[in-house]
């Protein structure tokens, strides 16, 4: 047993007594009300779900397992030489609660290394796939065929006892995770690079053999490392986390759950954020003559773009209260590495007067910049130009923090989710006894 599943194993042992206390002891205690707008508004805000992995709070971000971002990127080790942690050691650190050492994070790349061989078969499926369809169908397909690969769904079929479904289903995690860098990169050079594909670097760690594979040179392994970090999970309940977490409630194993995640991840309203910021920006700068803009003149572009009813893309969040710490630190590499790039001068020119205008404008409950706001700036600079794969790389990281939920909720032994529906009718009788 790796020294990653022996941890993992002691924590499940120590906090099933805690859920079965919760729902022995305290199971008719109330959590939340719920109102007409939330049941017809997308359920938003409700209390209703459960996760260890990440919480977020809205003075300070996301926090990984109650770490905050720059924690997480202080303590995590780092590769020789490389200022972004590995991506082994968030994923260690999800999965157990605890900041891993360099010894830890060696194992996880070991167990990485020795399950990352992808069966010949799903590049086959990819190449007899017509090449205008969209990367993340092709991304979506190749999980969903590894299908075959579960030992879940064998030892299911077995009669493994529940107390175990946690067992296989670690397994499958860490066997898709292992393969996912390099399914992401062969569709990327498939499709977008002439079809030159790179074969992965043996040794290198997760994050650099992507990099590595996409053919960008440094300091993108470092890119690569942040970006799948920030992206890795976000509470459970936005769409990707949410239907991933879905799915396996049913005990349908992690390959038919993370296929659906990046589904849902697919959706205009959902991972297609960055990219719609980034266009936003080009568009800016086409609209001012492809010329840097004054202060005044940006000024000026933002307020037309509210007084016409629309929003400004990568601004406002509906939890958090302060600029987002997944765009600080982006900003950061970015003042560090591209501070001379001309989308980013937008960028920068962006957060300096996009708050102000939207706080003079009194609609917007936060007016800083939230992820998005940049994400799709690095990769344009790093030569990834290609709109519809950004996606696909926040599928990537977003498949560390579902699988984590995942194999927590197997131990834990969450239920199927099942919520009760009401017809229209029966809301307007609750509204008008009121």
Known sequence: MSKLKAKLHEKIVGWRPRTQRLLKEYGDVKVDEVTISQVIGGMRDIKSLVTDISYLDPQEGIRFRGFTIPEVIEKLPKPAGKEMP?????????????????????????????RSRVPQYIFDLLRGMPR????????????????????????????????????????????????????AAYIFRMKYRADTIINPDPNLDWGGNFAHMMGVDEPFDDVSRLYFILHSDHESGNVSAHIGHLVSSALSDIYYAMSSMLNGLSGPLHGLANQEVLNWIQNVRKHIGNKTPTDEEMRQYVWETLKSGQVIPGYGHAVLRKTDPRYTAQREFCLKYMKDDELFKFVDQLYRIVPGVLLEQGKAKNPWPNVDAQSGVILWHYGIKEYDFYTVMFGVGRALGVASNIIWARALGYALERPKSLTTEMLEEIAFKK
């Open 86 to 114: 590995y991506v082994e050691g968030l994923f260690y650190l999800l999965l157990t609660g605890e900041i891993p050492s360099q010894e830890d994070v060696d194992d996880v790349i070991s167990e990485f290394k020795k």
């Open 132 to 183: 205008d369809i969209h990367p993340m169908t092709l991304f979506s397909a190749a999980v969903l065929a590894m299908q075959r690969e579960s030992l879940f769904a064998k030892e299911y079929h077995n009669g493994i006892h529940k107390n175990e479904y946690w067992n296989p289903t670690y397994e499958d995690a860490l066997n898709l995770l292992a393969k996912i860098p390099q399914i």
